[in-house]
């Protein structure tokens, strides 16, 4: 996985002018247009739209494009929404990896689900058609999850909800898609979601790696026993003050905060470890060398 993030990578640098830009404004409108054709059509062309390997053998090429343009709704009010929600993460990616990156991605992911039409057709003798291009969107979301897990959104329009709770959300509608799947022995409908997965693991393996690593190290870091538990620390000093019945003491004359409530009492920093003296001796005193 890492080699093809780094090979991904690579070209995306070596090859700034690749893909088309604003790549999402060409696909919104091409859902808009083919939801007007077939909204015209009485849905007579939905047949003739989506991907099956079949029908490309049988020279209907334009079905390894078309499909991509297919909408996954057919309520003009879901479709805005999802169209506009699409756009907008599209966009935010786009400037956030570059043109040829997110193109590379959204075709990578284009490429991978017709492999997966072909894989079908020879490997389980299924004429499968695909219409749309909903995992690849999915997957378009969890890479803007992971981007920024702390944006917030506003669900339903009312409702402010970070990005990574919707991601959440988001993995488990691939969960239950793929087991949905599984258990209709649907093979196919089975591996659409995962190819989707894996194409958003190649181009975020190194972050996600980096990521696990850093909690590895932190959750190291607080278990080391050179490291203070503070909440625990508190509690021990707590406990000890209620026992002894005072907070601080002073190492030569013995005068206490309770005793003596308007009495400083400051710590030595020469003395070695910690020790406590009054006002009145923090400047005189012997220090303390073991």
């Known amino acids: 996985m890492k080699k093809l993030n780094d090979a991904v990578d690579r070209f995306a640098y070596h090859h700034p002018n690749f893909g088309i830009p604003n790549l999402m404004k060409f ?35 334009w079905r390894l494009v078309s499909f991509i343009f297919v909408p996954d709704v057919s309520n003009i009010f879901y479709l805005i929404i999802n169209l506009y929600f699409y756009y907008f993460i599209g ?17 990578s992911g284009v490429v991978l689900t017709i492999l997966v039409g072909i894989i079908g ?9 695909i219409f749309g291009t909903y995992y690849v969107s999915m997957s378009m979301f969890l890479a803007f999850a992971a981007l920024y897990p702390d944006a917030q959104v506003l669900l339903f329009f009312f409702i402010p909800i970070k990005m990574k709770w919707l991601a959440i959300l988001d993995a488990v509608l691939f969960a239950v898609d793929i087991l949905g ?19 958003f693991l190649v181009f975020f393996w190194t972050d996600l790696m980096d990521a696990l690593g850093s909690r590895r190290r932190m959750a190291r870091h607080q278990n080391s026993h050179q490291t203070i538990q503070f909440k625990s620390a508190v509690k ?55």
């Open 27 to 61: 696909i919104v409108a091409g859902n808009v247009i083919v939801f007007l054709l077939l909204r015209l059509s009485n849905y007579s062309l939905y047949a003739y739209l989506g991907f099956n390997w079949g029908q490309v053998l049988h020279l209907q090429l």
């Open 236 to 290: 021990q000093q707590q406990k000890k003050e209620s026992q002894q019945g005072y907070r601080h003491k002073c190492c030569v004359c013995g005068r206490t905060d309770t005793d003596y409530p308007d009495l400083e009492f400051r710590y030595c920093s020469r003395c070695a470890g910690y020790h406590c003296f009054c006002q009145d001796h923090i400047f005189n005193h012997v220090h303390f060398t073991e």
């Open 121 to 129: 057709y020879y490997a389980f003798n299924t004429n499968y058609t």
């Open 91 to 107: 966009n935010l990616l786009e400037r956030e990896w570059g043109t040829p990156k997110f193109n590379l991605y959204y075709l």
């Open 181 to 199: 799947a599984l258990l209709r022995l649907d093979f196919v409908s089975a591996l659409i979601p995962i190819i989707a997965l894996l194409n």
